[in-house]
T-cell receptor, first 115, second 114 residues
Framework: DAGVTQSPTHLIKTRGQQVTLRCSPK?????VSWYQQALGQGPQFIFQ???????QRGNFPDRFSGHQFPNYSSELNVNALLLGDSALYLC??????????????FGQGTRLTVV | AQSVAQPEDQVNVAEGNPLTVKCTYS??????LFWYVQYPNRGLQFLLK??????LVKGSYGFEAEFNKSQTSFHLKKPSALVSDSALYFC????????????FGSGTRLSIRP
């Protein structure tokens, strides 16, 4: 049983470019959340997808957008990259929303470096 | 608003000694509490959770955590530390309502010396 898989593992982009990160949730999970972890900090919630819709959003600008596909996999897109977007991006999968969502499993992350 | 505080940036313990990593939280309603561990260049690994029930929760790798509602704390403990426990530990919380986003603390680096 595969856990949460993210691709790519590492990425280097130039300021101003756009990037797409991908996540496949754990088998049986239907909810995907994205987090940004800057160096030396805890993960910060970006947004959450369930039933192909964005359900919650953290304090991130509109440059950050996402998508969830019918097979529950998800993409995170970041436009007009800034140096400050350099971070480890983590995908978490879980089951359902609300009271039934009691545990999240994380992928290994994508290390994005903006130069 | 939900928040989590980990007051110690680093905790140093000798191998074989007990360890405690502190966490306090603030949330409206009943909290769901979690501990995760992160090894270098890796994602987060789930250790344990408190949803309801017994205040002492047992998790992976011999770790346990005690939920204290009056002190709004959820400290992580282990009776006998191993060098391999050295890693970055995150406490996290979400409220028990409809919102399921998880809020993380800033992390505590645990260093176990031989």
């Amino acid at each position: 049983d595969a856990g949460v898989t993210q691709s790519p593992t590492h990425l280097i982009k130039t300021r101003g470019q756009q990037v797409t990160l991908r996540c496949s949730p754990k088998s049986g999970h239907d909810t995907v959340s994205w987090y940004q972890q800057a160096l030396g900090q805890g993960p910060q919630f970006i947004f959450q997808y369930y039933e192909e819709e964005e359900r919650q959003r953290g304090n991130f600008p509109d440059r950050f957008s996402g998508h969830q596909f019918p097979n529950y996999s998800s993409e995170l897109n970041v436009n007009a990259l800034l140096l400050g977007d350099s971070a480890l991006y983590l995908c978490a999968s879980s089951l359902g929303l609300g009271l039934s969502n009691t545990e999240a499993f994380f992928g290994q992350g994508t290390r994005l470096t903006v130069v | 608003a939900q928040s989590v505080a980990q007051p110690e940036d680093q905790v140093n313990v000798a191998e074989g000694n007990p360890l405690t990593v502190k966490c306090t939280y603030s949330v409206s309603g009943n909290p769901y509490l979690f501990w995760y561990v992160q090894y270098p260049n890796r994602g987060l690994q789930f250790l344990l959770k408190y949803i309801t029930g017994d205040n002492l929760v047992k998790g992976s790798y011999g770790f346990e955590a005690e939920f204290n509602k009056s002190q709004t704390s959820f400290h992580l403990k282990k009776p006998s530390a191993l060098v391999s426990d050295s890693a970055l530990y995150f406490c996290a919380v979400r409220d028990g309502g409809s919102a399921s986003k998880i809020i993380f603390g800033s992390g505590t680096r645990l260093s176990i010396r031989p």
